[in-house]
């Protein structure tokens, strides 16, 4: 290997890319000189650092019993253990340096004490009479080895929060509506409901309405809000008017819809007189949610004054940094309104927790099941205050594969690892963290993230790309912290092509799989028997982004590609004989199995732990939630469920007969 060459490797693996990958279909491929450069020119320079005695952030395991300590081997003297636990307390630890055991050249084994769970801080003394000198310092996070168990079979329903409908809903969905829907699901046996992101989102159409690309990946959507229990509220004959125009819409009109709640919670916000609930929840969001409120109020106020402009990276160069004199500026002179914001997201924190707890209480095991996205927007709040953990001159896709022959650029930037490290993992906690508050589970989407990220160079195809590792220890530690700390079970997102090496982590991390009816098959292409599939699972009918039970029988997704433009008379063709040929596979493994006709009862019957059944299914509905490849084509996030929820009774029935049935309990 020429010196170039070797010096590019030796880069590439300090920085976890990967030189090579295997595609679906088994073949390897290089990755490029010129795709490597790009990446490792947006990433860091090539130079390679001196080796710290510790890392900056150092993640364990409970029962973990030394660290790996970089010094000289000939070195004498002695050196101070210094931890001050999370809760403040200190404890110290003295060694003699040549007693200590060498593991290899420059580095020798430091033994570590009992440990606690949680965030503590580390230091290294080397003893220098009569000062101490620091040697090393660490954030020390110690993790317990598994995240929160669930030990029972149950089952739940997916409900996409936007769709619910009722006699009093504003247009969309709302926590009230939440509570109705909990009620009838709990009657009928369900152990939860998982919803959809509620990730803050511009609330665009058609563009910005997906809950998958969320503005703000900390923060919750507003539109979510019942506004009638904020506060003293008198609504306009006009208002009265449009809320019922927004209840008979066919869709959901996010754009409308917010803008009405955005005006009656303003006015609910002006005659609130403060409370220490308020105050405290402030305190604890801390800067996060400053930050967040700060580039709302930016975002609205630059919109105002140009009504073209709509994203920040259109503002003002001065108020690109959030730290910026000009932005403290404006914070300060708009300070009522970024106190607004914040008090959105406290009106949203009490609905949910009051949404969770109706839950427990009516006998859900596991009550709310929240859903994190991959993606956060390019143009969107996380970007803005926190560029530094994202990476700039790239983006995150997928390599070709049979469902996208030219591989997938999903558009949004990959994280920078070493910033989220640098940092402690706490922007990385605190989304784990606010994203499960008020719930039983947590569902990663695209766990495999932790693992490794498919990146594409700015000005590449989808096609010449790269994986690029993550610190996956570290990360499925800070998970299994948060989990048992939140009392929430996590699942795994792990649709694709999975490494047995990922999945194996993932168990013993105590993650739940997540496995779907369509994809379930043999190497025949046969849908799997119930008996096959794992135990430490989640199952479910279909998703989103895929034909509900209905709509795959009667083939509704394929003419809504059509439709849409997104494949030409060969390709429908071609799609409805194969679909053809799947509903002959899934209905000879349905009757050989006892379940003719009955897919529910089916999955039902898996061993899988948990069961997630989707409000379409139980409906007979036709249409998916959104259609993968369209905007403005497909009605995408925007569809009402035909049943009301004040008519839950019908369905009700066939629910918790399907769950007693399946014993489930």
């Not at 019993?65 to 200190?90: A, C, F, T, Y």
């Not at 009620?183 to 409901?193: E, L, N, Y």
């Not at 630059?302 to 690109?320: C, F, I, S």
């Not at 739940?512 to 135990?535: I, K, M, T, V």
């Amino acid at each position: 290997m020429d010196p170039a060459t070797e010096l590019r490797a030796r880069a590439a693996a300090a920085h976890g890319i990967e030189l090579e990958y295997i595609d679906i279909w088994g073949h390897t491929h290089q990755t490029p000189d010129d795709v490597l450069d790009a990446i490792l020119n947006s990433v860091a320079d090539r130079t390679e650092a001196p080796p710290r005695p510790l890392p900056s952030t150092i993640v364990v395991r409970e029962h973990a019993d030394s660290l790996v300590l970089r010094v000289p081997v000939s070195d004498s003297g002695s050196i101070k253990l210094e931890i001050q636990w999370e809760g403040g307390d200190l404890e110290h630890h003295w060694f003699w340096l040549p007693e200590l055991s060498t593991i290899e050249d420059n580095a020798k084994r430091l033994p570590l004490p009992a440990l606690r769970l949680g965030y503590h801080n580390l230091r290294v003394y080397r003893v220098r009479e009569p000062q101490l000198e620091v040697l090393a310092e660490s954030r020390f996070i110690v993790c317990p080895a598994r995240a929160l168990s669930f030990n029972s079979r149950a089952a739940g329903v997916a409900v996409s929060l936007y769709s619910l409908r009722s006699a009093r809903d504003w247009g969309c969905g709302d926590f009230t509506d939440l509570l109705a829907a909990i009620d009838s699901f709990a009657r009928a046996g369900a152990a939860f409901v998982a919803l959809n992101p509620l990730h803050a989102i511009a609330n665009r159409q058609p563009y910005n309405t997906s809950p998958y690309l969320p503005q703000c990946s900390l923060y919750r959507n507003f539109l979510y809000l019942d506004v009638e229990r904020t506060g003293e509220l008198t609504l306009t004959a006009a208002e009265f008017l449009e809320i019922e125009s927004l209840r008979a819409s066919e869709f959901v009109e996010y754009e409308r819809v917010a803008a009405l709640k955005l005006a009656t919670l303003r006015r609910v916000f002006t005659v609130f007189a403060g409370s220490p609930d308020f105050d405290n929840y402030v305190s604890e969001q801390g800067a996060h949610l400053h930050d967040f409120a700060v580039c709302c109020s930016l975002d609205a106020e630059m919109h105002r004054r140009n009504p073209d402009v709509w994203l920040w990276t259109a503002w003002p160069q001065e108020v690109h940094d959030p730290r910026s004199p000009s932005v403290q500026e404006f914070a300060q002179e708009h300070r009522e309104d970024v106190l607004f914001y914040k008090f959105l997201q406290w009106h949203i924190d009490r609905q949910l927790a009051e949404a969770h707890a109706h839950a427990l209480a009516s006998g859900m095991k596991i009550g709310i099941y929240h859903d994190l996205a991959l993606a956060t927007d390019r143009f969107g709040a996380d970007l803005w205050a926190n560029g530094a953990f994202y990476v700039k001159g790239a983006r995150v896709g997928s390599p070709p594969d049979n469902f996208s022959p030219n591989g997938q650029d999903w558009a949004f930037p990959p994280p920078n690892r070493d910033a989220h490290r640098n940092n402690g993992y706490e922007l990385f906690a605190q989304s784990i963290r606010n994203n499960a508050r008020h719930g039983g589970a947590l569902r990663i989407d695209h766990v495999m993230r932790f693992f490794r990220l498919y990146w594409i160079p700015d000005g590449m195809p989808a096609t010449r790309g790269a994986y690029v590792r993550d610190y996956s220890s570290d990360l499925l530690g800070i998970l299994a912290l948060e989990s048992v700390r939140g009392n929430f079970i996590v699942i795994g997102e792990d649709l694709g092509t999975v490494t047995e090496e990922v999945r194996h982590s993932l168990a013993e991390s105590g993650i739940l799989s997540y496995r779907l009816l369509w994809f379930e098959r043999d190497g025949a292409g046969n849908f799997r028997r119930p008996e096959e599939y794992p135990a430490h699972a989640v199952v479910s009918t279909t998703t989103h982004d895929l034909p509900t039970l209905t709509g795959f029988f009667t083939g509704r997704d394929i003419e809504a590609r059509r439709a849409a433009g997104l494949i030409d008379e060969d390709g429908y063709r071609f799609q409805h004989a194969a679909r053809e040929d799947e509903k002959a596979r899934l209905n000879a493994t349905l009757l050989a199995t006892g379940f003719t006709n009955d897919a529910l009862g089916f999955l039902l019957s898996t061993p899988c732990a948990l069961a997630v059944i989707n409000q379409e299914d139980l409906t007979g509905e036709t249409d998916q939630q959104n259609l993968p490849g369209s905007t403005w084509q497909y009605p995408n996030w925007r569809r009402k469920m035909k049943i009301p929820v004040e008519e839950f009774a019908s369905i009700e029935s066939r629910l918790a007969e399907a769950i007693t049935r399946s014993g489930r309990k």
